[in-house]
């Protein structure tokens, strides 16, 4: 389906806010070696929202290609086709649970925004990364992200609790 039409398609369930006025910086890479084609840029500003492109595209056989903070180095959150989905818009930091010493963030989050708000209530969030400025949430738990801190606090996989997931069917 080619882009325009999927943006129609999408537009009737999608606010207009959940698509970019500008995709280019979206579809190069950060070394600029691979480039997006063919393909429909969203930023869902919801669970919701992600559930409902989700399901449009699983019900009509669409690719969808996620992508975080876009700070990978190999390609892989650039599109040949279908939609691409950035989360950057899914960033808000839900809640920080003094008493469980833990803190609950959407996968769009910096890195650096939860490390600063771990800070602001007095505790310590060890995952540090060169991208920390610009990487998200989602990326660090999709590639189990070491960082500096690794040999002491472990891979990202060992700061999570639990994950709230679409599954591939929108549920």
Do not use: W
């Not at 669409?62 to 876009?70: M, V």
Request: charged fraction near 15%; include cysteine.
């Amino acid at each position: 389906m080619p882009p325009e039409t999927l943006r129609q398609r999408l537009a009737q369930f999608l606010s207009p806010a959940e698509f970019p006025a500008d995709p280019a910086p979206f579809l190069l890479d950060q070394r600029k070696r691979y480039t997006s084609a063919n393909c429909l840029v969203v930023q869902p500003m919801s669970v919701e929202s992600v559930q409902k492109i989700v399901r449009f595209c699983a019900a009509n056989r669409i690719a969808i290609t996620p992508q975080g903070g876009n700070t990978g180095t190999v390609g892989g959150s650039i599109a040949q086709s279908g939609v691409l989905l950035n989360l950057s818009k899914l960033n808000r930091i839900r809640r920080v649970n003094l008493a469980d010493n833990t803190i609950t963030v959407d996968s769009g989050c910096i890195l650096q925004d939860v490390q600063t708000a771990a800070a602001a209530h007095q505790r310590f969030f060890p995952l540090s990364l060169a991208s920390e400025g610009s990487c998200q949430i989602g990326g660090n738990i999709a590639t189990n992200a070491g960082g500096l801190n690794v040999l002491r606090y472990g891979t990202m996989r060992d700061l999570v609790l639990g994950l709230e997931v679409v599954l591939p069917n929108g549920e």
